[in-house]
């Protein structure tokens, strides 16, 4: 059915929402969840396969430990009791990229529950709404397999429907996943959209902070369901939900609520009932499509996997697993941006630019903060801007951009000399020091050559002199700038400045 959308502010004077999200978060495992295949992204398809994940007769499955490992550091993270006995489950339904036709999943009995994680969201943009801190509970997180892919080719949706035929890539399936499932997520009101944006951002930093999966949203390591419904009040029972699938941006997670918002508050406002059903995002459009009908548990047909034995995680390891745990990178950030002393909004930027991690690993090798943040969020930032990559993947290190900055503390180099030093090093010449050395770029510090330069400029430019003499000592960037020329940069502007300054008295 086709409503016209009701504006979000309206429908959210109109109606409560309540939201609920259920992360899908693929580990960086060198092998499957139940084999040894292996999970090289990107690879050609149906080449990571073995006999367990195509679903084979007579194939056995064996619990990846790592996998284990994973969850559990996962499931205290997120501040979840760890269950003393779990198993796995069969979740029954037939999917073409599902060649067993069945899940092996976790259904009652998951690794990790009763958790939460508290979530900083940030004031809105035009500084209307207040940032808070909102704590989501976490209902369980549990461990699973991941499914095949489906490539439908022909038509103009990408879809099923009016496609020409359909192609199975099953490298896919078998990856550990690890779904994160939270409580109804009640009392966010208009700010729902960015509860859910900021919980999947906190949640992606923990997971990359833990090093369990390398979290990059772009190639679905990590992945959204977004429920939404609606209800009168705050008070009334909850509404019928819908299911958003597979939402892989933190952009789009908050395009997806507001569309659901929207989407929910017309059909309720035109007495019909929302379908509870699975959705489809589309990020062109910004609009959400109907999938299926949502299947309830028992549609599944959950029973225990008879050829995996239960797991019963020793109580020592777990605690030996918890000492693991780094930092919070909420709290972590905070730490940092009060000893660095920047500004909320330079810090901000940091963060933004995904430039933290590698800006205390400069600190650490001996750069001041500032000095680490000018490189790494400017001329840095503005080169993997053009190159297309992460800040991580330049070729410069942030052991050179200390080395970089200590040149230029001791007066070795200049601004502009220090930036050829680096465009040397991206270029592949060497570490700062060789490029330095080979390119000649250390400032001269002889007097004699400098004073040289200098009585040369002054007598080339008397009408200069004469307004310096006349109180005007502004006019000396002139000659200090051409006294920069004949050095050809390799000086310091200030004891340029010194010399010229004591020559015409």
């Known amino acids: 059915m086709s409503v016209e959308l009701v504006d ?20 960086n495992t060198a092998t499957k969840m139940f084999s040894g295949a292996p999970t090289a992204f990107g690879a050609e398809p149906n080449t990571q396969v073995d006999p367990t994940s195509l679903g084979l007769p007579g194939a056995m499955p064996v619990l990846n430990a790592k996998a284990l490992e994973s969850a559990i550091r996962i499931g205290l993270a997120l501040n979840c009791s760890i269950a ?18 069945f899940q092996t999943s976790q259904f009652d009995e998951p690794i990790a529950f009763d958790g939460y994680l508290d979530v900083d969201v940030p004031a809105s943009e035009d500084g209307t709404k207040p940032a808070f801190t909102y704590r989501v509970l976490i209902e369980r997180a549990h461990m699973e397999e991941d499914t095949g892919k489906s490539l439908h080719v022909g038509g103009s949706t990408g879809r099923i429907h009016g496609a020409d035929y359909s192609l199975v890539d ?25 509860v859910a944006r900021a919980y999947v951002a906190v949640l992606r930093d923990l997971l990359r902070a833990l090093d369990v999966s390398d979290a990059k949203m772009e190639q679905g390591s990590v992945r959204a369901d977004v429920n939404l419904s609606l209800r009168p009040t705050p ?33 309720l406002r035109s007495g019909a009932k929302v379908v509870q059903e699975t959705r489809h995002w589309h990020e062109d459009t910004g609009v959400t499509t109907s999938g299926r009908e949502k299947s309830d548990a028992e549609d599944y047909r959950y029973f225990p996997e008879p050829d995996l034995v239960p797991i019963v995680p020793d109580r020592a390891w ?3 697993l918890r000492a693991t ?22 810090f901000r930027d940091l963060v933004n630019a995904g430039a933290v991690d590698i800006v205390e690993a400069t600190v650490a090798a001996g750069a001041s903060p500032a000095a680490a943040r000018k490189w790494w969020s400017g001329e840095l930032a503005r080169r993997a801007n053009v190159d297309g990559v992460a800040l991580a993947d330049l070729t410069v290190t942030p052991a050179d951009v200390a080395e970089l900055a200590k040149l230029l503390e001791d007066g070795k180099l ?44 002054v007598a080339a430019n008397p009408d200069v002199v004469e307004k310096i003499r006349g109180g005007k000592a502004q006019a000396a960037g002139a000659l200090i700038g ?24």
């Not at 003393?84 to 067993?100: G, I, L, Q, S």
């Not at 099953?170 to 960015?194: C, F, H, K, M, S």
């Not at 050809?488 to 004591?502: F, H, N, Q, S, T």
């Open 8 to 27: 979000y502010d309206e429908a959210i004077g109109e109606f409560d929402p309540v939201l609920g999200l259920e992360v899908h978060v693929e580990l």
């Open 325 to 346: 745990l780094p930092e919070p990178p909420a709290e972590r950030r905070k730490r940092l941006h009060a000893e660095w002393g920047f500004s909320d909004l330079e």
């Open 414 to 457: 200049t601004d502009g000399l220090a930036r050829q030093a680096l465009e040397g090093v991206l270029a592949g010449e060497g570490s700062v020091a060789e490029v330095v050395e080979r390119r000649g770029l250390i400032v001269v510090q002889d007097d004699g050559a400098l004073n040289a330069a200098v009585d040369k400029v």
């Open 482 to 505: 051409q006294v920069m020329k004949e050095m050809k940069g390799k000086a310091d502007a200030a004891r340029i400045r010194e010399l010229v300054l004591e020559r015409v008295g």
């Open 318 to 320: 777990v605690e030996e």
């Open 170 to 194: 099953y490298n896919r399936a078998g990856i550990p996943l690890i779904e994160i499932v939270t409580r109804p997520l009640e009392g966010a009101g208009d700010r729902v959209p960015d």
């Open 84 to 101: 003393e006995r779990c198993r796995f489950a069969r979740k029954n339904y037939f999917y073409p990229d599902m060649p067993k036709n």
């Open 235 to 267: 008070t009334s029972p909850l509404g019928t939900r819908s299911e958003t699938k597979n939402v892989n941006s933190l952009r789009s997670i908050e395009r997806a609520v507001r569309y659901e918002v929207s989407r929910h508050a017309a059909v």
